[in-house]
């Protein structure tokens, strides 16, 4: 469909369809620009021209390959797992373009196989259903390497694969600067992937927590998977806001604490939402930091920007009663490509913070 100014005139060419956010995407601002497959292919082959050397790089083999708006065509994602392909589709409008873009990546792309996830229900949800769309199906796990970590993959089980995509590059400096004889506590922990960093960076003792059940399972195959064995690998399946609680009065206290929450998670007990809620979780992680220890804060909260995210870390901390300085900043990698009028698509906001505090005794 066009869209018109109020005199008639031509502004741009997009869609509509029922999403989680707005109630379309802009295409093209060109006039005379179609929107057929030849849009669809040559949007799809410069974004894959953008990435050439993320296929050759044989230590990362999961990447995402088209992202959205920052592409050119919102509403859709594809992530590439190894020789295979995984179409995220947010929009009911652009998943009416599902067979054009399916052809674009079968001929464009070595996949063996092509998956798909459904988000376009009500607020944005996953659609439950077999998510194979062509090609072979390989046997899961699917494993991948990120920066030369072993990680294992389900495309094929519910709205998650595994993996985040979008913290590889704040897992490596996890790993590289930051674990190295450290205690580390990973909150939200989902499957582990940053207490695997932090492992296979000289961490001395990791602890993973998160609420639900698969993670214990999950979190030991990953470690399995990079030949870490149990010992000192603690994995609990617990609220993170109760672990929080009873750390602090068992005087508990970690050189580096994660805290890397959804946007929005309910539980039995808790309602946590990113807008309204970090900078109190903020105060709660702080509070198990050793003097000099260091929080890796992130969100992935779109309506929250860097700027006021700084300022949710301050509130925590000084709730917390400590001192801090902010070490690193880190947003999206350069695969995530982001749409500068749309600041929304750079949503991922992480800081290291150095934490300063006195007269707490050391985890044993």
């Known amino acids: 469909m066009s869209l018109e100014d109020k005199n008639g005139n031509f502004v741009a060419r997009g869609y509509i369809g029922r999403q989680n956010k707005g109630l379309g995407w802009v295409l093209s601002r060109k006039e005379k620009e179609a929107i057929d497959e030849s849009f669809f292919f040559n949007k799809i082959a410069a974004a894959l021209g953008r990435r050439s050397r993320y296929f050759s790089d044989d230590q990362t083999t999961a990447f ?13 994602s594809i992530d590439w797992y190894d020789g ?106 989902y499957t ?28 030991r195959e990953q470690f399995e998977l990079n030949g870490l064995g149990d010992e000192d690998r603690e994995i609990v399946v617990d609220d993170v806001f109760k672990y929080f609680k009873k750390a602090e009065k068992r005087g508990l206290l970690f050189d580096v604490v994660v805290l890397d929450p959804p946007s929005f998670a309910r539980s039995k007990d808790h309602v946590f939402s990113a807008p ?4 109190k979780l903020v105060s709660q992680a702080a509070a198990l930091l050793e ?22 870390v301050k509130e925590g901390f000084r709730d917390a009663k400590m001192d801090f300085s902010v070490l690193e900043e880190h947003a999206l990698p350069e695969d995530f490509k982001t749409c500068e009028e749309y600041r929304e698509s750079s949503y991922l906001k992480v800081l290291f913070i150095k934490a300063a505090r006195i007269n707490r005794r050391r985890m044993e």
Do not use: H
């Open 192 to 219: 582990g992937a940053f207490s695997v960093a932090a492992a296979l960076g000289g961490a001395k003792k990791t602890v993973s927590v998160d609420l639900a059940n698969r993670s214990l399972e999950r979190t």
């Open 276 to 279: 309204r809620d970090y900078g």
């Open 64 to 76: 995402r390959i088209f992202n959205g708006e920052g592409d050119g065509i919102g509403g859709m």
């Open 84 to 189: 295979y392909c995984l179409i995220n589709w947010y929009s009911l409008g652009i998943y009416s373009f599902k067979e054009t873009i399916v052809e674009a990546l079968s001929s464009m792309t070595a996949a063996k196989g092509i998956y798909e996830k459904k988000r376009f229900d009500s607020g944005g949800k996953y659609v439950p259903d077999d998510d194979f769309v062509k090609g072979e199906r390989p046997d899961f796990p699917l494993l991948v390497k990120e920066n030369g970590i072993r990680y294992a993959v389900y495309l094929n089980e519910g709205a998650m694969t595994g993996i985040f995509l979008d913290q590889r590059d704040v897992r490596r400096r996890l790993k590289d600067a930051y674990a190295k004889g450290k205690t580390v506590l990973n909150t939200f922990s």
């Open 291 to 312: 003097d000099g220890g260091v929080l890796l804060a992130s969100t992935n909260c779109a309506t929250i920007d860097m700027q006021r995210f700084k300022e949710m």
